[in-house]
Nanobody, 117 residues
Framework: QVQLVESGGGLVQPGGSLRLSCAAS????????MGWYRQAPGKQRELVAT???????NIADSVKGRCTISRDNAKNTVYLRMNSLKPEDTAVYYC???????????WGQGTQVTVSS
């Protein structure tokens, strides 16, 4: 099993920036896709961004242009850099890891991001 631990959340002002980290218990190169999801109060969980084991990234339209996902294989860590934060970005952000063979996925415990003045 893969354990994922998120960190870096907190309270930021509108227009500010934040970098979230997701540390995995094993090499992220052995995981096909790692990504970030978020869930705001009263809303469904939604995709934010993903990065594959070969470095291909995908960003959700809702945050495209403001968010960047990256990975550091040596540190077994995936990052989510968020700029120009808006109050609607307020949510619990979850790290996710997916394997294709065998099919499986893992979730972190989440980290709270609050954007407010």
């Amino acid at each position: 099993q893969v354990q994922l631990v998120e960190s870096g959340g907190g309270l930021v002002q509108p227009g500010g920036s934040l970098r979230l980290s997701c540390a995995a218990s094993e090499s992220i190169f052995s995981i096909n896709i790692m990504g970030w999801y978020r869930q705001a109060p009263g809303k469904q969980r939604e995709l934010v961004a993903t990065v594959t084991s070969d470095g291909v990234t995908n960003i959700a339209d809702s945050v495209k242009g403001r968010c960047t996902i990256s990975r550091d294989n040596a540190k077994n860590t995936v990052y989510l850099r968020m700029n120009s934060l808006k109050p609607e970005d307020t949510a619990v952000y979850y790290c996710n890891a997916k394997r294709f063979v065998p099919r499986n996925q893992y979730w972190g415990q989440g980290t709270q991001v609050t954007v407010s003045s």
